[in-house]
């Protein structure tokens, strides 16, 4: 019944006269901006409460945190491209023009081969399916030569199977065979694996000089050399006529032989690098390879030693000048290739023009004219471990703290570098500094030599 009249007393105030209605409005804009008002306010002080909370917590509440020490290699470089310069010459043969179009042509030797004047440098087959026959056959003579080996080795033996001299030549064989089988699985780790292919019969060889030493059936041998002669036979069979070979060719010149050419033979000389500018070695770089005769099979090196010219910034080479002796890390090559510098002009532009000179030749290295080198500036070691570790005894002495067990134990560090977040620690085996596989605290509170922690 309340309720009733105060709802019609509600009903009739606003109904009544406008300076009534005028009053409740006003009434409830008020409650609503007191409540915006409020709530804000409620939102600012939570805002602070959190921001001055977070920093509480982040100042005072750091758990430990540890990071084990490990050896640490690093070598700061710098990345160019490089231009090789030698003397060179092109190998011009008007055969090769012809039989490029009437025969398949296989190249006999690596690049980089050394060459007596005169030296055949590419044999012409009728076709591909006699290149590999001629191959299969090479590879079974091989064999052949091997087993024939063995049967000489077992006839030249007067030892009894068993015997302490067995004994002793089996022994140093399978020394052999062990380290011959490292060097294999070496090469395929690097990615060589024409080099480890090249170690295949040395194994073959040792495995048999093994069942030999073992007092294994020589019959065997014989026989198997047998089935190979036989297969050979076979092999020859197929060949097209004169063996499947059409034609040799030679080369006049004596030098290192290379089987395709660029171009700039005649242009890019071993000694006429004194004047090279930053635009030339920049063209090559940009045209590695210009139009070729179709009657040139190859080049000559005439000299192992070689130079390299490249445009590297000139405030990441400050560190080395003209004369001095570097490391070059060339392509794919696994070892780092010292290298003098003969040259080391600012060319003003921020840039540098280097000429580096070189007396290793290889296969590697006589095939490019542009490759991507890595000059090798600063290698460094040791243990690195985030700037956080670092900390100072009560006598200004640097190190870090070292969980032992359950206690921390201070170790000196003596620093060798530092970079952004990290620090390089000299590796050393005296007492009382930090060790190889330490467990380093890397953060914490309230941390000192002694204290017991979970």
């Not at 030698?86 to 011009?92: G, I, K, L, P, Y």
Request: with cysteine; hydrophobic share 35%.
């Amino acid at each position: 019944m309340v309720i009733i009249m105060n709802q019609k007393k509600q009903n009739n105030f606003e109904q009544g006269s406008p300076s009534a209605r005028t009053e409740l409005n006003k009434a409830k804009k008020s409650r609503t901006t007191t409540i915006t008002v409020g709530v804000v306010i409620f939102l600012l002080i939570s805002f602070f409460v959190l921001t001055i909370g977070s920093q509480l917590f982040n100042r005072f509440y750091r758990p430990m945190k540890t990071e084990t020490a490990f050896y640490y290699e690093n070598t700061e470089s710098v990345l160019f491209n490089g231009v090789y310069i030698r003397d060179e010459s092109q190998v011009v043969s008007e055969e090769f023009a012809d039989y490029r179009n009437s025969g398949v042509i296989a190249y006999t030797n690596k690049c980089g081969s050394k060459l007596p004047p005169n030296s055949v440098i590419a044999v012409v087959y009728a076709s591909e399916d006699d290149i590999y026959t001629k191959q299969r056959i090479a590879e079974l003579n091989e064999q052949i030569e091997i087993l024939s080996e063995a049967n000489q080795f077992a006839d030249t033996s007067n030892s009894v199977p068993g015997s302490v001299r067995d004994n002793a030549q089996l022994e140093a064989f399978a020394g052999q065979l062990s380290d011959t089988h490292l060097r294999i699985l070496r090469n395929i780790n690097q990615c060589d694996y024409e080099r480890a292919s090249s170690l295949k019969n040395e194994y073959l060889s040792l495995q048999s000089k093994i069942s030999v030493s073992k007092g294994l059936g020589f019959e065997q041998f014989e026989q198997r050399i047998i089935e190979l002669q036989t297969e050979i036979s076979t092999l020859e069979k197929r060949l097209s006529g004169s063996g499947g070979v059409i034609r040799e060719l030679t080369s006049p010149e004596s030098g290192y032989f290379v089987n395709n050419a660029d171009g700039y033979e005649n242009t890019l000389k071993f000694n006429d690098v004194a004047g090279i500018t930053r635009n030339q070695i920049e063209e090559v770089i940009s045209n590695p390879t210009l139009r070729v005769g179709s009657n040139v099979a190859g080049k000559v090196i005439d000299d192992y030693k070689w130079r390299m010219a490249a445009v590297i910034e000139t405030e990441k080479t400050r560190a080395v000048s003209a004369g001095a002796v570097v490391n070059l890390r060339i392509g794919a090559y696994p070892q780092p290739v010292p290298a003098q510098i003969i040259i080391a002009e600012d060319q003003g532009d921020g840039y540098t023009v280097f000429v580096f000179e070189c007396e290793l030749l290889n296969e590697e290295f006589s095939k490019k004219r542009v490759v991507s080198v890595r000059l090798l500036l600063n290698d460094y070691s040791g243990i690195r471990l985030p700037r956080t570790a670092m900390t100072f005894d009560e006598d200004g002495v640097s190190g870090v703290y070292v969980k032992n067990g359950s206690v921390l134990i201070f170790r000196k560090i003596d620093m060798l570098r530092s970079e952004e977040g990290f620090i390089v620690i000299a590796h050393t085996e005296k007492s009382g500094y930090l060790q190889l596989y330490d467990d380093v605290v890397i953060s914490g509170r309230n941390l000192y030599d002694g204290k017991v922690v979970s």
